[in-house]
């Protein structure tokens, strides 16, 4: 089976329902930890550079569709091979991370990059039109438990880098203003022990596309210092087209309740699932 840019929204929908439907074992507490080391073969670190002077960027942490190490009921295998990128639900496929963005015409791609097998792959867009980059990480689907650390991390401000391309020096991590999570809700499935309070008193965008991610993110974030755009409360399918639409109205300076009516209504274009149930579903801030 193949999913491209004609596949009806109904099975779209369908594989997200089922996808946030079936808890499993932790398959990763015995795993050694990895550790992401953000720039290792994009550019050098630059330790001098403070969060204020750096490029305005965005970072978007995808955890790739995995059968094998993630609790969903299994999608069609072509799409649910977490260490195969290309043909992933939520990065190759017309509908994932780097498709969709590749064709928008509001980013440009500067670079794509292999890179170890924890991020299989990294790219770097620039907006078209204002000045602002976007990193996108694909990591491996057997690692999403160390994704979303590294999401949560950054979120707060105690995972920070910084990468240069072209002469400019981005933010990577916590260094970027907007930090995103794209995938299936780990949290369902594993506990997280750790404490993601922030120490900087920098306060950070994030936009979580996963299924009832404010319940199961929301305590963890309670003392990050974060300014949630959108994230969700039931079960959806994490595409590209949402978070498109909701940077569309953050790159252009506009308020939470405008971000997340983007939101929903690129949810609904594509989902047919009515405006009003998407403005449920796609929700903003603490309230």
């Known amino acids: 089976m193949i999913v491209n840019n004609l596949t ?17 074992e932790d398959k ?78 509001e980013w440009k791609l500067l670079k794509k990059e292999k890179k170890d097998s924890l991020v299989m792959e990294r790219l770097v ?4 039109t204002k000045n602002h980059y976007l990193i996108a990480d694909a990591y491996n689907g057997k690692h999403i438990k ?18 240069t391309i072209n002469n400019t020096t981005l ?15 780990g949290l369902m499935d594993f506990q997280l022990y750790e404490d993601y309070i922030n120490t900087d008193n920098k306060q950070r965008n ?9 319940r199961f993110f929301g305590p963890h974030l309670q003392e990050a210092n974060v300014n949630p755009l959108v994230w969700t409360t039931g079960l959806m399918c994490p595409e590209a087209y949402t978070l498109h639409d909701a940077i569309t109205g953050y ?4 308020n939470n309740t ?9 949810y609904n274009k594509y989902q047919k699932c009515g405006e009003k149930a998407a403005r449920n579903l796609l929700v903003t801030g603490w309230e």
Request: glycine share 10%; net charge positive.
């Open 125 to 128: 867009f620039k907006h078209t």
């Open 171 to 185: 933010g990577v991590a916590g260094n970027s203003g907007l930090v995103a999570y794209i995938g299936h809700d």
């Open 251 to 254: 790159v252009n300076g506009e």
């Open 8 to 24: 009806k929204p109904f099975l779209l929908i369908c594989l997200a329902l089922l996808s946030c439907g079936k808890k499993t």
């Open 258 to 266: 405008q971000i997340r009516q983007r939101a929903a209504q690129a």
């Open 28 to 105: 990763s507490l015995n795993e050694p930890e990895v550790t992401l080391n953000p720039v290792a073969e994009m550019g050098a670190p630059i330790a001098t550079a403070s969060y204020d002077t750096l490029a305005k960027t965005i970072h978007v942490y995808v955890a790739l569709c995995d059968n094998k190490y993630q609790g969903i009921v299994p999608v069609p295998k072509a799409i649910g091979n977490g260490q195969d990128p290309h043909n992933n639900l939520y990065w190759g496929c017309g509908y994932g991370i780097r498709t969709y963005f590749k064709k928008s015409a």
């Open 206 to 214: 994030v936009i979580i596309l996963a299924c009832v991610s404010k």
């Open 146 to 163: 160390q994704c979303t650390k590294d999401f949560l991390n950054s979120s707060c401000g105690k995972l920070t880098d910084t990468l």
